[in-house]
């Protein structure tokens, strides 16, 4: 119920015309705590490298290069980036009802495998026809998947982490099953893998880069999704929902089609992504749809506090950290696992700075009410 | 190659013509010449130390720091995704290498082929790959080794030393590799005591080691005594089993570390003599052909030292088995031969020897192989 009161205080407050001062404050908490947080981060993980006698200027030089420094280092970053703007919506929406969904990966692969095996059916249509309606079932199986994760727990009471890492393995071995039985293209001897999609069939770049049309479509997701949550009452409900679940239902809110639409969205977007895996990069749907974005898409999520717009540079900045790895590894002799401990270390220092919100009081509207 | 190299040699000329400036930013063309600088790319798809796969790439690299004029770049974990792709671009954009070898096999589709159309002066050599002249680019080359021959000879040791006359293997995926590989190490045992049976188990991944090691421990309840594998890490395998009192032989790598006493033999690549011939090549000017191959006799794979366990009648034969092997001409999957559904594989008189292509695409399991390609 508190949830709920602090809430309506706070649009009463901004409606009754704060002071910019007083808005900006309030904004801005939001903003410098986690930024400070990832500055805190990458300056402890300096410290461990100089433990291993490495130099963290060469470190963070090396990451602004590789992932940073050049138009090349951009397209790198943001070619990896694509998948995981989906793989960290389909945490970050179920995560707005208090709802933690850490099985993407499995709607992921799904959607691809769906993607690839509709491309086969449908080799010969045309792009136009064909895009669509691939992405379209990628989406619908991916939403089904995730969305019965979401079922399992409003009918049942299962919980949906569990659930929802299970039934990713579930998809993993259904994938592979699919790809190196039903539906494996004989000519594929030692990478099973379905019929290689048509040249129409395939997802291009965006002229003048070479990146996939994902990562526009990616963004708009995002664009959307927070639309969908700030700006709508489905969202509103969503927020109550996930503030105090039986505050909503004393409330009369639907909590049961709120989690099922918000996990089958998360899932749908996860679709998306095995679609563009499957149809942009990979030309057909094989094991490598599961490269762990779906997990990656966990961290991104909670780094962005599950709001939809921050997810956008939250991705880059994770993607640019694994885009910089090759050259780390290359040039500074530290193995592959380097980075996956920066990333823990900035997850780790972001954790801890929730602990930090309404702590300064620098950042209280009251404080600046004139 | 030829035709290739001499446009390529036009095109310097019209743009030294032209005034080099341009030049500059272009990647450094291929070697029409002996070269004094080369950078090689290696990339693994697991870890540099994983006792099997990525390590045996690893230590042929590892063979070349030692040429002069050679730079070696590496880098390890790439999955086979758009990952592999930026890995190959940024090995060439800020490292320089001219020649890469991206060595899993799922690289090369559509991954090395997208890179090799983008960097046509790079040289791209790929594990396992099929070349094919009429399909993939001439700046792409695949070598590969015929090491069923190493599990034939794994299977020979194995036979020997079975009390149970039931062996056991721990196989990732049922692709033509994998098959081979299961089939040789039966066939080797057969040639031993033909009422040896192989039962196999497939973990479905690469690389997944609780898999591995339930595999493992099913195939010792069953009662196998001598157990060996394909997946990209032997590790987990070779100590479990060797931990349940089995015999076992290695892949990949040298893993009798692991288990001293009960390591008999193992079929293990020998990428170092491979990769050694390959910069020498390119470094002295001439090209790598486009499609290679080789087995024991030609030092693409190696076996790995006899563990003391090996008994001296086993080691006899052994040796015997493999001097047959490097003469040439040698068959494992030779008829009279059924799969174990009752097909006929080979007629009387009917041999497929490890040169022919037609074993790059087998999907199936001899008869004695207890287990399922589906």
């Keep these: 119920m508190a949830d709920v009161t602090a809430m309506v205080q706070a649009g009463a407050r901004a409606g009754a015309g704060e002071g910019w001062r007083a808005a900006l404050a309030r904004k801005s908490e939001a903003v410098v705590l986690p930024v400070g947080a990832l500055l805190a981060g990458l300056a402890i993980f300096g410290f461990f490298l100089m433990t291993q006698g490495k130099s963290p200027a060469e470190f963070y030089g090396l990451v602004y290069k590789a992932g940073f420094g050049s138009w090349f280092s951009w397209q790198n970053t943001l070619s990896r980036a694509a998948p995981l703007l989906f793989a960290a919506l389909c945490v970050a929406l179920p995560a707005r009802l208090g709802l933690v969904v850490i099985g993407g990966e499995g709607a992921i692969v799904l959607g691809g495998v769906a993607a690839g095996a509709l491309g086969v059916v449908l080799s010969g249509a045309s792009s136009w026809v064909g895009l669509p309606l691939m992405a379209l079932a990628a989406a619908l199986v991916g939403g089904l998947w995730i969305g019965t994760v979401g079922a399992l727990r409003h009918y049942r009471g299962v919980n949906e982490t569990i659930a929802s890492l299970l039934m990713s393995y579930i998809a993993i071995a259904l994938m592979n099953h699919i790809v190196e039985g039903p539906l494996r293209d004989p000519a594929s001897l030692n990478k099973p893998s379905t019929a290689p999609l048509p040249d129409a069939l395939r997802v291009g770049n965006i002229p003048g880069a070479e990146l996939h049309w994902g990562l526009p479509v990616g963004i708009l997701c995002c664009i959307l999704s927070w639309a969908l949550i700030d700006r709508t009452t489905w969202g509103f409900a969503a927020r109550i929902a996930g503030g105090n679940v039986r505050a909503a239902q004393v409330q009369g809110l639907p909590v049961g089609r709120l989690i099922l639409g918000f996990t089958a969205l998360g899932g749908a977007f996860a679709g998306l992504a095995g679609f563009f895996e499957t149809s942009a990069v990979l030309g057909s749907a094989n094991a490598s749809l599961a490269a762990g974005y779906g997990f990656t898409g966990i961290l991104i999520a909670f780094l962005a506090r599950h709001n939809p717009l921050a997810i956008i540079p939250v991705a880059c900045l994770l993607a640019g950290f694994e885009a910089s790895s090759g050259l780390i590894q290359r040039r500074m002799d530290l193995p592959d696992a380097t980075v996956l401990v920066l990333q823990g270390f900035v997850f780790v220092a972001i954790l801890l700075s929730d602990a930090l919100y309404g702590r300064f009081k620098i950042f209280t509207p009251e404080r600046w009410r004139t | ?374």
Aim: charged letters at 20%; hydrophobic letters at 40%.
């Design chain 2, 1 to 374: 190659m030829s035709t290739s190299s001499l446009s390529r040699r036009h095109f310097l000329m019209g743009t030294a013509l032209a005034g080099s400036a341009a030049f500059l930013g272009l990647p450094r063309m291929a070697r029409a010449e002996a070269l004094d600088k080369l950078t090689v790319g290696f990339i693994y798809v697991g870890p540099k130390d994983d006792y099997g796969y990525n390590q045996a790439h690893a230590e042929g690299a590892a063979a070349l720091k030692s040429i002069p004029g050679v730079t070696v770049v590496e880098e390890e974990n790439v999955p086979e995704t758009i990952d592999v792709q930026k890995t190959m671009e940024s090995m060439i954009n800020f490292d320089g290498a001219t020649l890469l070898f991206p060595t899993s096999f799922g690289y090369f589709d559509p991954h090395i082929l997208e890179m090799a159309a983008k960097y046509p002066d790079v040289r791209f050599e790929h594990a396992g790959g099929m070349w094919q002249a009429d399909k993939h680019p001439t700046n792409v080359g695949s070598y590969f080794g015929y090491i069923g021959m190493g599990q034939y000879l794994n299977g020979v040791v194995a036979g020997h030393m079975t009390k149970t006359k039931k062996i056991g293997f721990v196989a990732a995926k049922p692709i033509p590799q994998v098959l081979l590989n299961v089939n040789s190490f039966l066939l080797g045992a057969r040639s031993v005591d033909p009422t040896i049976t192989c039962q196999v188990i497939f973990t479905g991944e690469w690389s997944l080691a609780v898999k591995e090691a339930e595999a493992t421990n099913a195939l010792c309840d069953a009662g196998c005594d001598v157990i060996t594998c394909h997946v990209d890490s032997p590790k987990v395998v070779i100590e479990t089993a060797a931990g349940r009192g089995a015999y076992v032989c290695g892949y990949h790598a040298n893993q009798s570390s692991l288990a001293p006493d009960k390591y008999l033999t193992g079929a293990e690549w020998n990428w170092s003599k491979v990769y050694t011939d390959m910069i020498t090549a390119t470094m002295a000017g001439e090209p790598i052909p486009n499609f290679v191959r080789g087995g024991l006799a030609e030092g693409f794979i190696k076996m790995s030292p006899l563990g003391p366990a090996v008994t001296p009648e086993a080691k006899a034969d052994f040796e015997a088995k493999q001097a047959e092997i490097l003469k040439g001409g040698f068959a494992v999957i030779k008829g009279p031969l059924k799969d174990n559904k009752g097909n006929v594989i080979a007629a009387e008189g009917e041999a497929f020897v490890e040169t022919d292509v037609k074993l790059e695409s087998m999907d199936y399991l001899v008869e004695g192989v207890l287990g399922s390609t589906s």
